[in-house]
């Protein structure tokens, strides 16, 4: 493409060279640093002190990620990364969903639009999830079955705290109708 504007060939893949190590250089250091963000908000949250160190925090993450890409032995240690990477980001998009149906409700908008779409990817991220459990498991790769697991606990745990909000908005929302009614009707 670059050629039919006159671009040469050399200088076409020094660009495109440039833009390959760009996407991997700010993803990488976007990973790194949410990795550190959630460490930290952790550590905050239990009250453990050095995970709120930006220098430990960053340390364990760069060092978490090393040890998952080397972990057989050949760096290519991340490939086997794919289908919890492709399980996750599908769980990501159900908590967006998530985030989504909460606002809505709170705003008094119809949720069904996405709480539809949410209970679908919950399911099914959840049942690959465990799928993937039990080809770790017979595989002995015992690193991704932990990972997994974790991934596992924390997506129940965050439904859980959704519902928790729901409910609670729920319930304000019930306590707080009988008021209006009142102040309709004076």
Known sequence: MMGKYGIPMAIG?????????????TTLDTATRLQ??????????AGVKPLENRYVA????????????????TGGGALILW?????????????GLLVIAIYLYRKEK??????IPLVFMLVM??????LNCKSFRADNRWHLLVITIIVLVLQAWIVVEGLVCWAAMRRERRESTPARAEGDSR
Request: overall charge neutral; aromatic content about 12%.
């Open 125 to 130: 991220t959840a049942w690959a999830m465990v």
């Open 13 to 25: 893949l020094a660009i495109m060279g440039v833009f390959v190590a760009s996407f991997a250089g």
């Open 110 to 115: 119809p949720t069904w639009i996405v709480s």
């Open 83 to 95: 289908p919890l990477f492709g399980a996750l980001n599908q769980l990501l998009a159900s908590l």
């Open 36 to 45: 550190r963000y959630v460490l930290a908000e952790w550590g905050r949250t």
């Open 58 to 73: 960053t340390g364990i993450a760069v060092l978490s990620a090393g040890v998952l890409a080397l972990w057989d032995g």
